[in-house]
């Protein structure tokens, strides 16, 4: 009788995990170790969830290849995208989990984990983890592993060598901590074919550049071509529509956020590139009676092709886009 209960208590949370995760038995461990993604440039996209209910898919199927968060207009964040596709390669198993700890693991995996969907070019995923909590001195996380319809039935203690802490913490659901805050990020000026910089108030300060086959041209608010300018200069300009971003996203009331828009802005930024993506920007600058000019000089806001939605932009980010027209010709 002793030797039934023994067997029994051993039994159930393997069966209540495996009729959770309809685990297979595979007389190869070996294969259900084997979390790694060897050619992370073969990964289409990932898929993250959770027992809450909560899910993002992450997705490069596109023509530009670009990494973009699925059923939106958003590029996800690239170092993210960076730090998961490390993740995908370097991790290893560190141990297996110990016979003392093995029916509490499966029970608390069974319970709370977060599932990651790999997939390569099938629609089908390659590898799916699920991750659980992180060992009790926090060197190693819990995981078990989904080989196509093959799901073990042995959790292990993952890591990624050379880090300390837990990977649980590395996979996420929130689609705004997923969202890239790149607004221009053009690593080459060749890549933009047409920039207007527009001065609201003083538009004798307006321009237009258009860059294409390494023919550059110079035009003023009134759309004329202008001769004497530095080319030089202008160049440079362009290529410091890189790493531009925005900060946080404003969570306010739509009479705040509608009374910003209806505001005067300072000024705004017509982009077109080689794939004739166009980025429309509008800036505003934040008043502040204490500060000398009376205007904030950390901060201002910022709308992108005219979304209805509030940015704020760090200043001395965007400040470097803001030569006039006379910047270039004086």
Same mark, same amino acid.
């Given at each position: 009788m002793l030797v039934k209960k023994i067997i029994y208590s051993l039994l159930v949370p393997i069966l209540f995990c495996c009729s959770l995760f309809n685990c297979t038995n595979s007389s190869n461990d070996n294969i259900f170790k084997d979390f790694a993604i060897k050619d992370t440039a073969s990964i289409s996209k990932f898929?993250?969830? !959770?027992? =809450?209910?909560?899910?993002?898919l992450i997705s490069r199927n596109n023509k530009s290849k670009i990494w973009m968060i699925d059923g939106t207009n958003f590029n996800a964040s690239k170092p993210t995208v960076d730090l998961l596709m490390e993740t995908f390669y370097r991790i290893r198993v560190k141990q297996d989990v110990s016979n003392s700890a093995f029916n509490t693991v499966i029970n608390r995996l069974s319970v709370r984990h977060k599932k990651v969907e790999i997939f390569l070019k099938e629609e089908t995923p390659f590898k799916t983890?699920?991750?659980?909590? $992180?060992?009790? @001195?926090?060197?190693?996380?819990?995981?078990?592993? =989904?080989?196509g319809n093959n799901k073990s039935s042995k959790p292990y203690v993952t890591y990624k060598p050379?880090?300390?802490?837990? *990977? =649980?913490?590395?996979? +996420?659901?929130?689609?705004?901590?997923?969202?890239? $805050?790149?607004?221009?990020d053009y690593i080459n000026p060749k890549s933009i074919l047409k920039i207007a910089t527009n001065f609201i108030g003083k538009e004798s300060e307006s321009y237009t550049i258009t860059?294409?086959?390494?023919? *550059?041209? +110079?035009? !003023?608010?009134?759309?004329?071509?202008? @001769?004497?300018y530095n080319k030089v200069q202008v160049k440079h300009y362009l290529s410091h529509f890189n790493n531009i971003s925005y900060n946080k996203i404003i969570f306010e009331k739509q009479k705040i956020i509608d009374s910003i828009f209806n505001s005067k802005r300072f000024i705004s930024f017509e982009l077109k590139d080689v794939n004739n993506k166009t980025t429309k920007v509008d800036f505003w600058r934040i008043k502040d009676k204490n500060a000398p000019n009376g205007w904030d000089v950390e901060y201002g806001y910022i709308r992108v092709n005219n979304n209805n939605e509030l940015l704020r932009a760090q200043y001395f980010n965007w400040e470097i886009l803001f030569k006039p027209l006379s910047f270039f010709t004086r």
């Open positions: 898929r993250i969830s !959770n027992t =809450e209910g909560n899910s993002i983890w699920y991750i659980g909590s $992180p060992t009790q @001195d926090h060197t190693g996380t819990y995981m078990l592993l =989904e080989i050379g880090m300390y802490g837990t *990977l =649980e913490v590395r996979f +996420f659901t929130d689609w705004k901590a997923w969202r890239s $805050p790149r607004v221009f860059y294409k086959d390494d023919s *550059l041209n +110079f035009y !003023n608010s009134k759309n004329q071509q202008v @001769d004497d």
